[in-house]
């Protein structure tokens, strides 16, 4: 693709004319290397500057049940089909979930994410964590998400009751390649849990996992998939190698491989809340603060759920020294 080519595109995003671009045309951008990928990037900036100004939110996860998922995700080290010596504990008590909450509030979080190991919750899992949503949301003006697994209706409307914002369900990876990452339930799934969170109410939060052994291709269709998905948030991760997983040798991506990807993500979905996530660091290095540039309006801060990261105050500073404002 041209940078005339690239130009015009970028002016059709922003006025309007044009919502999105083609798989064609994300195809041709991720052929960019080198000084052309900086073009990408500042066109992407330009997009997220028109629709999401210059505000930029943060969240913060609790690992709220640890280790021991009968899932066989391949890069998971809370999986069961995995010896990583991750820690392992059942939902945490109400009052912990909510004393986590206060505390991300006081380190100018602006998103809260309950995230639970695991298929899918019981009920009376479900009725704990929805009593700590409606304390946090009294005591808070935090937005309430929350990743439990699978939800069916009834379970997506508890949780919308009890004051749940966003839900969020990652798709991990395209579909055509899902086979690879994970054989212990069917994509389909994962795409019902982000439909009954939708009707529910919900805003939807759903993205991927970069850097598993996709090809761009994937990655592309994994972009197109969350677009006619319609979902509202779209984190990215990047793959962080953990010993004992079937992962463990995948080379890490290059930084500027990563902030390609990023700006794809962004032309593709010029509305959405592209969120960066686990594995920037070791991912993107000296780059964290790029992630702006190549089209995120969102950032994940503090520690994963098994890794950690930087301190929020380091994050907090960053995005203050970009002249950017936290929502």
């Known amino acids: 693709m041209t ?12 006025s309007g004319v044009r919502k999105t671009i083609s798989m064609t045309e994300a195809l041709a951008l991720s052929a960019r290397e080198g ?3 900086l073009d990408l990037l500042a066109c992407a900036n330009q997009v ?5 100004n210059n505000h930029v939110f943060s969240c913060v996860i609790t690992n709220a049940k640890s ?3 009968s899932q066989d995700c391949a890069f998971c080290a809370q999986s069961a089909h995995h010896d990583t010596g991750v820690k392992i504990y059942p939902l945490l008590e109400k009052d912990i979930l909510v004393e986590n909450a206060l505390i991300a509030h006081e380190n ?6 309950m995230v639970t190991s695991g298929h899918m919750l019981s009920m009376p899992e479900i009725d704990r964590v929805c009593l700590a949503v409606a304390e946090i949301r009294e005591k808070t003006d935090l937005t309430v998400c929350a990743s439990l697994g699978e939800l069916n209706k009834d379970r997506a409307r508890q949780l919308k009751q009890s004051g749940v914002t966003n839900y969020h369900h990652n798709l991990e990876t395209a579909g055509s390649y899902f086979r690879e990452i994970c054989t212990t339930h069917d994509y389909e799934e994962d795409i019902e849990t982000i439909k009954e969170a939708s009707s529910a109410g919900l805003r939807v939060c759903s993205g ?3 850097g598993l052994g996709e090809s761009w291709e994937q990655r ?3 972009s197109m998939t969350l677009r006619d998905l319609t979902v509202e948030s779209i984190p990215l991760n990047f793959l962080n190698p953990i010993p004992g997983t079937r992962l463990e040798n995948q080379p890490v991506m290059k930084p500027m491989e990563a902030l390609k990807a990023i700006a794809i993500f962004r032309m593709m979905n010029p509305e959405k809340d592209i969120t960066i996530c686990g594995g920037r660091e070791i991912t993107l290095k000296d780059f964290q603060s790029w992630v702006f540039m190549a089209g995120a309006n969102g950032l994940m801060i503090g520690n994963y759920l098994t ?11 960053m995005i203050q020294d970009l002249g950017l404002s936290v929502l």
């Open 220 to 222: 592309i269709e994994l």
């Open 35 to 37: 000084e052309d990928i």
């Open 307 to 317: 890794t950690q990261g930087r301190s929020m105050e380091m994050d907090r500073q």
């Open 208 to 210: 991927g996992i970069l």
């Open 67 to 69: 280790g021991r998922c």
């Open 3 to 14: 940078d005339k080519t690239l130009s015009t595109i970028t002016d059709e995003l922003l």
């Open 48 to 52: 997220r500057r028109r629709f999401k």
């Open 108 to 113: 100018g979080a602006t998103n809260y994410s």
